[in-house]
């Protein structure tokens, strides 16, 4: 009996490792574990014994019973569980669509740009939003009586009309320059502001991006060839482009780019209001009087200086033809896009 029993261990453990469903291991109680199973059927034979052989065999009988037993509760369980685990885990259910925020178009152009000057040796600089007539037309060479001062444009914080919402982020030039000796090669993304009337072309609060470079040589081939090389990176390599001469105080002289029309290809259509070019910046060389007054003598150094619209640009891109839509948050149009 003493063989049998090791040969029954062998074959239960067996089993007993082969088992992986429920149904299994109740074939396996039923088999071995009930009262008229094989281990019940062991005890009946081993009450017959003579009772000199029952202590020995009947300690190898009781570990077999318990070791098996035990086995046979754990298995139990962990089937158990992993029935449980199937209920809640249904790998068949379509995952949960989980919501990623989006930047902002206005965001996603802004950051089109940074990259696109910061490949081109560009720094990122900041202005404050809340500027002094000094810096935003004084130090930028705007006459006492230039229209831009006027109530009209500008938004004042005091009555004396001395600190004010800046209306560009031409100010921070000044700020540049005051602050880096240099060479200066940077851009200054930032919010502008101008008591305008809120219609589909203009809203009171939009964005500027302000380009300034000041170096011991530079030049306006310079200056056009920077520009060019981010017309073409933005809007395409195929990208056609003019500069028209223009006027701004603190540049002379002063140019605004325009680049072919990328809806009519130069036709005429909406987009451009029949003329076949978009304006995309303004730009010049920087005036002797506004190094001056940044304190950089104007006979060691040259500068060039360009200044462009976010939203136009943001416009432009999606084919909106109403800025207001830009700030209306309206996920049907927001999610259209990246
Ligand atoms: N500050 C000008 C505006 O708001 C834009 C501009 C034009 C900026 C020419 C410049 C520049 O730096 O050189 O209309």
Redesign the pocket.
Known sequence: MLEELHELQRQLHAELDAIRTAEELEQFRLRHLVRRGTLGRLRERFRQLPPEQKPELGRILNALEETVRKRYAELQQRLEELAEEQLSYDLFLPGRQSFLGGRHPIQQVLDDIVAIFSRLGFVVAEGPDIEDDEHNFTALNFPPEHPARDMQDTFFLTADRQILLR????PV?IRLMRALPPPIRAIVPGR?YRNEEINPRSLAEFH?V???VVDRSTSFAELKAILVAFARQMYGAQTEYRFRP?F?P??EP?A?MDIRCFLCRGAGCRVCKGGGWLEI????M?HPAVLRNGGIDPEEYIG??????IERIAMLRLGLDDIRLLYQNDLRLLRQFR
């Open positions: 209306t560009h982020t031409s030039q502008v500027q302000e380009g300034l223009s701004f603190f540049t002063s605004e910046c303004g730009c010049g920087v060039f200086a360009f200044g462009m619209g």
